[in-house]
């Protein structure tokens, strides 16, 4: 094996082969600033052990040789007072593609569980379908960059020179490889002899994810022995109405129109779903997350037309899964930060198109009440609207969270990489808030930074949050629980879904984003039919003002929906003080 050439490169300057640094009356006031800013054209639920091992040996687990010229050879980190330590490339790989464990590697191997180093000979192994092109795409975007240089502080090139660049390359360059994108090949990619881990910023970040799953689980159970309580004091008078998983009485048509946001360069489409047989049916509008499509909640919408709403399904432009396909093979640009007020507007002028249609298209005259809206959004749809709903933008706390180093030690909640591209905005009074909307549905919102306790306390309308247990995207703690007691509203509900991932509520197509099967979790046909009655439920209550759906709107029935692995937590009350509570002493 060659040493001069090892040796003169990981003494030198990154590698050439590592890519150089990116060398209604709000409507006009909002319409006025975004024209400005818009870009040029053509421009398996992982449970809190699993995610804790995965992180901590999937840092340790770093590369494996086989170009030996172009590979790692060993991962070296200090452990003082005992000096520096060193584990083989080769060990590693031996383990990972033959399961036996060397004498060398026998050293740390024995102290860990034997269920442990099979989670970590699976982590080694598992391939992540995804393109050289994606990739590099990704790893120049502003979240992709700050992903790098976090992980880039563990994963270092010197002890004192962040690993982003060789980090950078070894992805690109891995998924370039036959073997493909996975974390043994990412890291035999690394260019540089030894690999040096950051052992107190491991060791850090293993303490936080056992604090925030510690924490979770905590507040989670809290929560449900509450639910629990109400359960016997609950009379279970929804027994006698139908069951509203399944499609009510209403036939529906689509229809598919397109109408102008003035940010935008082109038209907006949307599925609108009509009830058949009603004179005029209230409004429901379903806004999809971040790489999703208006097919995503098609079977939402469709449930909901058969129990007589009338439901548009938005597709905005800058978010969408045509969009981020165009972007991941390289012929479009990421997202802007505009869009986190052009959402909203999308949705504001899909009313003023509806209801411009109710009063003068004979095809649609009288068929549409467009002052009785309800809105259903998830992920980036749920801050979408919960502004909507009123929710303020909280530059102030933005500017708190967002700087460099609060942020990098904030490594656990990704949402956060996204609510802080906002603070790329000029802070201003954005009325996003639409008067026509009168109860809101926001399945994984992110909201904790973006509005904070002061951005959403200003809703006053009902609301209702949906919060995956084992989402990892948007954590419930931080973005739906917490966030709960901030809500000043008297109408409001949290359900949390245990077992539930950021998808699990997704229908239609897999999305064009690379999502591992452990990330979507158990089989979101399981969980459909829960959101379906809960929104069903939700919207007979709060928009259709029919009181006799309210007792669907508890935990005894929720207990009837359940199916696992998806069991149901309802609650309507909740404060910072009982969360507080839930967790005191713990560390």
């Given at each position: 094996?060659?040493?001069?050439p090892?040796?003169?490169r990981?003494?030198?300057?990154?590698?050439?082969?590592?890519k150089?640094?990116?060398?209604?009356?709000g409507?006009?006031?909002?319409?006025?600033w975004?024209?400005?800013m818009?870009?040029?054209?053509?421009?398996?639920?992982?449970?809190g052990?699993?995610?804790?091992?995965?992180?901590?040996?999937?840092?340790?687990?770093?590369?494996?040789?086989?170009?030996?010229?172009?590979?790692?050879?060993?991962?070296a980190?200090?452990y003082?007072?005992?000096?520096?330590?060193?584990?083989?490339?080769k060990d590693?790989?031996?383990f990972a593609?033959?399961?036996k464990i060397?004498?060398?590697?026998?050293?740390?191997?024995?102290r860990?569980?034997?269920?442990?180093?099979?989670?970590?000979?699976e982590?080694l192994?598992?391939r992540?379908?995804v393109g050289?092109?994606?990739?590099?795409?990704?790893?120049?975007?502003?979240?992709?960059?700050?992903?790098l240089?976090?992980?880039g502080?563990?994963?270092?090139a010197?002890?004192n020179?962040?690993?982003?660049?060789?980090?950078?390359?070894?992805?690109?360059?891995a998924?370039?490889?036959?073997?493909?994108?996975?974390?043994?090949?990412?890291l035999?990619?690394?260019?540089?002899?030894t690999?040096r881990?950051?052992?107190?910023?491991?060791?850090?970040?293993?303490?936080e994810?056992?604090?925030?799953?510690?924490r979770?689980?905590?507040?989670?159970?809290s929560?449900?022995?509450?639910?629990?309580?109400?359960?016997?004091?609950?009379?279970?008078?929804f027994?006698?109405q139908?069951?509203?998983?399944?499609?009510?009485?209403f036939?529906?048509?689509?229809?598919?129109?397109?109408?102008?946001?003035?940010?935008r360069?082109?038209?907006?489409p949307?599925?609108i779903?009509?009830p058949?047989?009603?004179?005029?049916?209230?409004?429901?509008v379903?806004?999809?997350?971040?790489?999703?499509d208006?097919?995503t909640?098609?079977?939402?919408?469709?449930h909901l037309?058969?129990?007589?709403?009338?439901v548009?399904?938005v597709?905005?432009?800058?978010?969408?899964?045509?969009?981020?396909?165009?972007?991941?093979?390289?012929f479009?640009t990421?997202p802007?930060?505009t869009?986190?007020i052009?959402?909203?507007l999308?949705v504001?002028?899909?009313?003023?198109?509806l209801?411009?249609?109710?009063?003068?298209?004979?095809?649609?005259?009288?068929?549409?009440n467009?002052?009785?809206?309800?809105?259903?959004g998830?992920?980036?749809?749920?801050?979408?609207?919960?502004?909507?709903?009123g929710?303020?933008?909280n530059?102030e706390?933005l500017?708190?969270?967002?700087?460099?180093?609060?942020?990098?030690?904030?490594?656990?909640?990704?949402?956060?990489?996204?609510?802080?591209?906002?603070?790329?905005?000029?802070?201003?009074?954005?009325n996003?808030?639409?008067?026509?909307?009168k109860?809101?549905?926001?399945?994984?919102?992110?909201?904790s930074t973006?509005?904070?306790?002061?951005?959403?306390?200003?809703i006053?309308?009902?609301?209702?949050?949906?919060?995956?247990?084992?989402?990892l995207f948007?954590?419930?703690?931080?973005e739906?629980i917490?966030p709960?007691t901030?809500?000043?509203?008297r109408?409001k509900y949290?359900?949390?879904?245990?077992?539930?991932?950021?998808?699990?509520?997704?229908?239609g197509?897999?999305?064009?984003?690379?999502?591992?099967p452990?990330?979507?979790?158990?089989?979101?046909g399981?969980?459909?039919?829960?959101?379906?009655?809960l929104?069903?439920?939700?919207?007979?209550t709060?928009l259709?003002?029919?009181?006799e759906?309210?007792?669907?709107?508890?935990?005894?029935?929720v207990n009837?929906?359940?199916q696992?692995?998806?069991?149901?937590?309802?609650i309507?009350?909740?404060?910072?003080?009982?969360?507080?509570?839930?967790?005191?002493?713990?560390?």
């Amino acid at each position: 094996m060659a040493s001069s050439p090892r040796q003169d490169r990981e003494t030198s300057q990154p590698l050439h082969s590592f890519k150089q640094q990116n060398s209604p009356a709000g409507h006009q006031k909002n319409r006025s600033w975004l024209q400005k800013m818009r870009s040029p054209k053509g421009t398996a639920p992982v449970g809190g052990s699993r995610f804790f091992f995965s992180l901590c040996l999937g840092i340790l687990s770093t590369a494996l040789s086989a170009i030996p010229a172009f590979s790692a050879e060993r991962i070296a980190f200090f452990y003082p007072p005992f000096g520096e330590f060193y584990i083989s490339i080769k060990d590693l790989e031996i383990f990972a593609k033959e399961g036996k464990i060397t004498p060398e590697f026998a050293f740390y191997a024995n102290r860990v569980k034997p269920e442990q180093l099979a989670v970590l000979r699976e982590l080694l192994q598992r391939r992540l379908d995804v393109g050289p092109i994606t990739i590099s795409q990704f790893t120049y975007t502003p979240i992709g960059k700050q992903i790098l240089r976090r992980l880039g502080q563990v994963l270092k090139a010197d002890f004192n020179q962040n690993g982003f660049y060789a980090l950078r390359s070894a992805f690109v360059q891995a998924a370039a490889d036959p073997e493909g994108l996975t974390l043994v090949n990412i890291l035999h990619q690394f260019p540089l002899r030894t690999i040096r881990l950051d052992l107190q910023l491991s060791l850090r970040a293993i303490r936080e994810v056992s604090y925030l799953f510690g924490r979770r689980d905590l507040i989670v159970n809290s929560i449900q022995q509450q639910a629990a309580d109400e359960v016997a004091t609950t009379t279970l008078k929804f027994l006698a109405q139908p069951d509203l998983r399944v499609s009510g009485q209403f036939r529906w048509r689509k229809e598919t129109i397109t109408f102008n946001n003035p940010n935008r360069e082109l038209s907006v489409p949307a599925d609108i779903y009509l009830p058949q047989g009603l004179q005029t049916a209230p409004v429901i509008v379903i806004s999809h997350g971040v790489a999703s499509d208006r097919n995503t909640f098609a079977y939402l919408a469709e449930h909901l037309a058969s129990w007589g709403f009338a439901v548009a399904l938005v597709e905005h432009p800058d978010t969408s899964a045509e969009k981020f396909q165009r972007f991941l093979t390289g012929f479009d640009t990421p997202p802007q930060p505009t869009t986190f007020i052009n959402r909203p507007l999308d949705v504001k002028y899909l009313l003023d198109e509806l209801q411009q249609k109710s009063e003068s298209d004979p095809a649609w005259k009288g068929k549409l009440n467009v002052q009785q809206v309800g809105v259903i959004g998830q992920s980036l749809g749920g801050y979408t609207v919960l502004a909507l709903g009123g929710a303020a933008l909280n530059f102030e706390k933005l500017r708190q969270v967002c700087n460099q180093s609060e942020l990098n030690n904030t490594s656990f909640n990704l949402s956060l990489l996204l609510q802080c591209r906002s603070t790329d905005l000029p802070p201003q009074n954005y009325n996003l808030q639409d008067e026509r909307v009168k109860a809101v549905l926001a399945v994984n919102p992110l909201s904790s930074t973006i509005f904070g306790q002061e951005g959403l306390s200003k809703i006053q309308v009902p609301v209702m949050l949906v919060a995956g247990v084992e989402d990892l995207f948007t954590p419930p703690v931080p973005e739906q629980i917490f966030p709960f007691t901030w809500l000043t509203t008297r109408q409001k509900y949290l359900v949390m879904a245990q077992n539930a991932t950021h998808f699990s509520y997704l229908g239609g197509k897999k999305g064009v984003l690379p999502v591992p099967p452990e990330l979507i979790g158990s089989d979101p046909g399981l969980a459909r039919p829960q959101l379906r009655a809960l929104s069903t439920a939700f919207f007979k209550t709060h928009l259709s003002n029919q009181p006799e759906y309210r007792p669907y709107l508890s935990q005894p029935y929720v207990n009837a929906i359940s199916q696992n692995p998806f069991n149901l937590t309802l609650i309507k009350s909740l404060t910072a003080a009982q969360l507080e509570q839930a967790i005191a002493g713990f560390r």
